[in-house]
């Protein structure tokens, strides 16, 4: 395994002489600003809810038949609003506004990208920032949905107002995926971070890949690390201090 310093000093080459280089993230890249992961020991997928997994928790099956059930938990394992961007969200704001990054391509909903400054992001799985009533289509932020009790209501006409996240068995959004395969497809530098590639359509977009350079940036080894062009490991917020100061 390449010295931490040495990985990262490459890296650093690799952003600096990127044209189009775009950012794949998922829930380790916001670790560091205290949301907690999905899959680790601890995460938000360990243990089991009334009953049921937390997959099931957060399925439209579950929202449809267990509204009630559903949000008690959306409320209390989905939201962090006193969240920061960390050191990595602002080093690669940054970088989109230096001309180095393209966009980004998350698979988180926290909207910490967007709090950063970053402009061009394409949100695969939605954001808990935006909710939508399921009857009228008015739109409301995510206070509505913490100062609620029970099931949201809309006060306009009565309907549910649910989160803009892409649930259990619901399909992505078109646009959105469309939109990322695009770029990927265009990009000469992917740098994926903070993700262990495990969930799937988001898994394959990396698939779309021509460029030149693919980076992989995890504390631990993924499932991709074979085809990389470097992989460097590491809490990712830590790794951009170190790059901000290259």
């Not at 959306?74 to 939201?79: A, F, G, I, Q």
Request: proline share 4%.
């Amino acid at each position: 395994m390449e010295d931490i310093e040495k990985s990262v000093e490459r890296l650093a080459a690799v952003i600096k002489n990127a044209k189009r280089a775009v950012l794949f993230t998922g829930a380790g890249f916001s670790v560091p600003s205290g949301i907690p992961d999905f899959r680790s020991a601890g995460g938000i997928y360990s243990g089991r809810f009334a009953g049921y997994s937390a997959e099931y928790m957060l399925s439209h099956e579950c929202l449809t038949l267990h509204p009630s059930l559903f949000f008690d938990f959306y409320r209390s394992k989905m939201l962090y609003p006193n969240a920061k961007p960390n050191a990595a969200h602002l080093y690669f704001a940054r970088a989109e506004r230096e001309g180095k990054l393209l966009s980004v391509v998350t698979q988180n909903i926290d909207g910490l990208h967007q709090a950063a400054g970053s402009e061009r992001v394409w949100e695969l799985h939605g954001s808990v920032k935006r909710n939508r009533c399921d009857r009228c289509g008015k739109g409301y932020d995510e206070q509505f949905i913490l100062r609620s009790k029970g099931v949201p209501k809309c006060p306009e006409c009565g309907g549910t107002v649910r989160p803009c996240v892409v649930l259990y068995g619901e399909n992505l959004d078109s646009d959105v995926l469309d939109g990322a395969v695009a770029d990927i497809s265009r990009a000469d530098v992917l740098i994926i971070a903070g993700t262990s590639l495990a969930v799937y359509p988001a898994a394959a977009l990396p698939d779309c890949f021509n460029g030149k350079e693919l980076v992989l940036v995890n504390k631990t080894p993924t499932a991709r690390d074979g085809i990389a062009t470097l992989t460097v490991y590491g809490d990712v917020a830590e790794i951009a201090e170190r790059l901000g100061k290259m």
